[in-house]
């Protein structure tokens, strides 16, 4: 492996994988660099009653054109689709339907005038507020102050609590715009379309790396960067668990917090930036079941005590059929490294999800679970505090020759793999290649640090 490429990506997850495609496409001659066997990153899937599924639930929204755009590219059009899902809020022993204003004002747990304060501040957040004026102002007291007392004690703060622990109360508001946008922009008359592929993400996956093979890309997989070789404040070569490489231009697409590890003995100032940045992990706990628990694909548990804050049940969104009858639902767990969950083994986890399941759904039990999948990453997303975008790295870095494109550039948008493929395009045009095919969306993602 000499130095015959005009691009070396670090990390086959998403961010790696479009910007390899991205440069491909522009001419260049690329390699991929993947630590793991496999290659998607956070979108790797198992095999389960005879289908693919992913380790993390994934769905796309209606207006995310830079994975239409990729789908499109990809030939894999006919296998998108996108349907109406329905979504629920579990609190103080109810489950409640959270799809339109009217299921709102059938919320018992929030007071009649919270309910127009409630829906005026999700409207303004998810329509008209500016992030940039919202860095600096915790989301929680913002939604004490305008979304009304009983619905952030109902929902913001519980939902708060059990997404970002104890970061809960610096989650800027400007995060939460995102976040609303997002789901604000994927809804037709009030009613949310949410998006998937037939046969899981590995379709996506498998077509990609096809398509890559096809122009060139050198896909290498268990090939860990282990260190960086720089002289003259210029990156030469990788040290590998294989072998050590000459590079040229290399774009680092890994997590920073081990891309600080590398950064580590070459650059004081590149440690310490990303030093800053943190991240969430997550549990996803697969059930596999003889029956379903609800008729709900989401439901947000706002309540205090719960080991999970969602339950996703993939069998309301995509029929058991496909998955040889099993009824299938993830219990979904962000925690932050410091939580004790963080270190638990796959028995413990166990432990703590199965029995308040039955606090929620009365009817559930342990008799009808068939079986169990627990996935678990430290990875899951970046810890974005207040002022996060003055932590944000730049892409291009003070090294010659290296530069990054991971989840704190997505900010202040919330990470997807939409926004990865955004990413992978801004990163792109600052190291000079041509990305002007990849279409706009809504995406905010990688436009701080890439001037
Ligand atoms: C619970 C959960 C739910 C989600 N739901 C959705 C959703 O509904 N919709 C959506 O669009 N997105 C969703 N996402 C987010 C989405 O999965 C991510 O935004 C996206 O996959 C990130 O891709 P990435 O390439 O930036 O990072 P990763 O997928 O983390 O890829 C990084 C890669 O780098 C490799 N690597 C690390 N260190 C090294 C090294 N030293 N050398 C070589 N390789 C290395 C890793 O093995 C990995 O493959 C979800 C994520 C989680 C965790």
């Not at 059009?77 to 979504?87: G, N, S, V, W």
């Not at 079986?371 to 730049?394: E, G, Q, R, Y």
Request: with cysteine; proline share 4%; hydrophobic share 40%.
């Amino acid at each position: 492996m000499e130095d015959k490429y005009d691009l070396t990506v670090v990390g086959g997850g998403i961010t790696g994988l479009a910007s390899a495609y991205i440069a491909a496409k522009s001419g260049k001659k690329v390699r991929v660099l993947e630590g793991s066997k496999t290659f998607g990153g956070l979108l790797n899937t198992f095999e389960i009653g005879g289908s693919r599924l992913e380790f993390y639930y994934h769905h796309f929204f209606t207006h995310d054109a830079e994975i239409n755009w990729l789908i499109k590219e990809l030939g894999i059009a006919d296998k998108l689709f996108f349907k109406q899902t329905l979504m629920g809020v579990y609190r103080k022993g109810k489950i409640y339907d959270f799809n339109s204003p009217l299921d709102l004002f059938k919320f018992k747990p929030i007071k009649f005038i919270d309910k127009f304060k409630f829906g005026l501040s999700s409207l303004y957040l998810g329509k008209m507020a500016n992030w940039e004026q919202y860095e600096n102002t915790p989301a929680i007291d913002w939604f004490y102050k305008n979304a009304g007392t009983t619905s952030t004690d109902a929902l913001w703060k519980p939902m708060h609590d059990i997404k970002f622990g104890p970061y809960a109360k610096e989650v800027p508001l400007a995060w939460m715009v995102g976040r609303l946008k997002q789901r604000f922009s994927s809804r037709k008359s009030g009613e949310e379309q949410l998006g998937y592929i037939e046969g899981s993400l590995q379709v996506l996956l498998d077509a990609l790396l096809a398509k890559l093979k096809e122009l060139g890309v050198q896909l290498f997989s268990e090939t860990k960067v282990e260190s960086l070789m720089v002289e003259n404040n210029t990156l030469k070569g990788l040290k590998t668990n294989k072998r050590e490489l000459q590079v040229g231009k290399t774009l680092f697409t890994i997590p920073t917090i081990y891309l600080k590890e590398l950064t580590k003995p070459v650059s004081e100032k590149l440690t310490e930036e990303l030093n800053n940045i943190e991240y969430f992990g997550a549990v996803c706990f697969i059930l596999e079941m003889k029956k379903p628990l609800s008729e709900i694909y989401w439901l947000n548990v706002a309540d205090e005590g719960f080991p999970f804050g969602g339950v996703i049940e993939q069998t309301n969104f995509i029929p058991k059929e496909k998955y040889n009858g099993k009824y299938i639902a993830y219990l979904s767990r962000y925690f932050a490294h410091s939580e004790a969950i963080a270190t638990m083994s796959n028995e413990e986890i166990k432990q703590l999800m199965v029995k308040p399941l039955k606090k929620i759904y009365p009817n559930f039990s342990e008799d009808d679970l068939l079986n169990v999948h627990i996935f678990k990453t430290m990875t899951a997303a970046t810890v974005c505090d207040l002022n996060f975008s003055k932590k944000i790295p730049n892409c291009k870095t003070e090294i010659e020759g290296m530069y990054l494109a991971s989840m704190p550039h997505i900010y202040p948008d919330e990470r997807s793999t939409n926004n990865s493929i955004r990413l992978a395009a801004e990163a792109n045009k600052v190291m000079g290649v041509d990305a002007s095919f990849v279409p706009y969306g809504q995406s905010m993602s990688g436009k701080i640090g890439f001037n």
